[in-house]
């Protein structure tokens, strides 16, 4: 199984933690001093303005329509879409993998619904998933996965799921995704690993929720032109990586790759001084190109030529 398309393009939908930002504490709070919430009440701020982590991926395709690939669905997804739809000139989605069920990667799931009822954009939207994931969708919401569990006026969005296995690669419109599992935290009851998953496809890995990468995955991730890793803030966490952990993971790939960009960012981070930051460090270590993704970020990478609209 290998690639028949490329990738066009990707497009940041959303590169905030689960909780976003700005904060509701930060924004009612007369006597604030978080620089970064306060910035997103000024028109320059607007990169700070970050929802749940979800990626668009583009597809090239013989037919002229260019492939829409959704990377998680969280609770903002929906507002991400009608900002970022319309700015980019975008309709369908041809199909959405799901990393993990956290509310902030499936949340967004019923908002789908303006896709496929009444067939007035698309008939039906594939998912694909781990079985771990579908299994928490029935849970949390059951009328997704079973039709005859909806209620009401029964106006449900219309899915085909498709289980995949989180160690064989797998193919979505002519692109292969190879499935990167990494850890993201413990239960709180067992302390076992939980596990989310992170995707190669073509040369780019992207990987939104994890505090560490097994070796088996790292393995996987040499080569690669261009790294999306998580960083929440400065400082460690139970389940993200820190900004520092996330360098010293590219910094350790074979060869370093050519863009990587952050993403996953809680309050604390702010964009442009993290911009700022990361090239001075780029003076400092010759080829190591670091920056902050923001919401609405695309990054072009047709004939082997990596561009972006990025601040």
Not at 13 to 38: A, H, Q
Not at 153 to 167: E, R
Not at 217 to 246: C, N, P
Request: hydrophobic share 35%; aromatic share 8%; with cysteine.
């Amino acid at each position: 199984m290998s690639s028949i398309r490329k990738v066009k393009e990707i497009i940041f939908l959303g590169t905030g933690t689960s909780s976003g930002v700005p904060t509701i504490s930060c924004l009612t709070n007369p006597e604030t001093k978080c620089k970064t919430c306060l910035s997103t009440l000024t028109p320059e701020g607007e990169v700070n303005i970050r929802r749940n982590t979800s990626l668009l991926v583009r597809v090239n395709h013989e037919d002229g329509r260019v492939r829409n690939i959704v990377i998680d669905c969280g609770k903002t997804f929906y507002v991400s879409a009608l900002k970022w739809w319309p700015h980019y000139g975008l309709r369908q989605i041809d199909a959405l993998i799901l990393t993990h069920p956290h509310a902030d990667a499936i949340n967004g799931l019923d908002d789908l619904r303006a896709w496929t009822l009444k067939k007035i954009i698309q008939e039906q939207i594939p998912i694909y998933v781990t079985t771990e994931t579908l299994e928490n969708v029935k849970v949390s919401f059951p009328y997704l996965v079973d039709i005859s569990q909806a209620t009401g006026g029964g106006d449900v969005p219309s899915f085909k799921w498709n289980v995949i296995d989180s160690k064989s690669p797998f193919t979505i419109e002519g692109l292969e995704f190879t499935p990167l599992p990494v850890q993201h935290g413990v239960y709180f009851t067992t302390k076992k690993p939980y596990m989310s998953i992170g995707f190669r496809f073509d040369n780019i890995c992207y990987i939104s929720d994890c505090n560490v990468i097994p070796e088996d995955t790292f393995a996987k991730m040499h080569g690669s032109e261009i790294v999306v890793l998580d960083s929440l803030d400065y400082k460690q966490h139970s389940s993200h990586f820190s900004i520092q952990q996330a360098i010293d993971t590219i910094k350790n790939l074979v060869p370093i790759p050519k863009r990587t960009y952050l993403t996953g960012f809680s309050h604390a981070v702010e964009h442009y001084s993290l911009t700022e930051e990361m090239k001075l460090l780029e003076e400092k270590e010759s080829g190591l190109w670091v920056r902050p993704a923001h919401d609405g970020l695309k990054v072009c990478t047709e004939d082997d030529i990596i561009m972006s609209n990025g601040h």
